[in-house]
């Protein structure tokens, strides 16, 4: 098991950058695959961003590649979403979450599903405003 708490949302103008913070109780954080998803009004979940266990590889959805950044340190069970450039296609609530990996194989591609992750957060507001 693992509990995790996003943090770091707020309102931001639009070209502005803001950076959330995931934070992973438990002894075993570096086993996990992290993720970050996102969903605004009316629409549904949708994938954003996800890591590796080791950090090694990442995995961005179309429409924030180039813009954000994910990173992790699993000596501080934190993982991170730096997002620049925001704007207000971006607002939205963001959901942390992890996908136990016992075992990841080289060239393992961070899973983009839903379905692949068991623990989630709940959530953090992003306002982007114009």
């Known amino acids: 098991q693992v509990q995790l708490g996003e943090s770091g949302g707020g309102l931001v103008q639009a070209g502005g950058s803001l950076r959330l913070s995931c934070a992973a109780s438990?002894?075993?954080?570096?086993?996990?695959?992290m993720g970050w998803f996102r969903q605004a009004p009316e629409k549904e979940r949708e994938f954003v961003a996800a890591i590796s266990r080791s950090g090694d590889s990442t995995n961005f959805a179309d429409s924030v590649k180039g813009r954000f950044t994910i990173s992790r340190d699993n000596a501080k069970n934190t993982v991170y979403l730096q997002m620049n450039i925001l704007n207000p296609e971006d607002t939205a609530v963001y959901y942390c979450?992890?996908?136990?990996?016992?075992?990841?194989?080289?060239?393992?591609?961070?899973?983009?599903?839903?379905?692949?992750?068991?623990?989630w957060g709940p959530g953090t507001q992003v306002t982007v405003s114009s």
């Open positions: 979450a992890a996908q136990l990996l016992i075992y990841e194989a080289s060239g393992y591609v961070p899973r983009e599903d839903e379905g692949s992750y068991r623990y």
């Open positions: 438990g002894r075993t954080f570096s086993r996990y695959g």
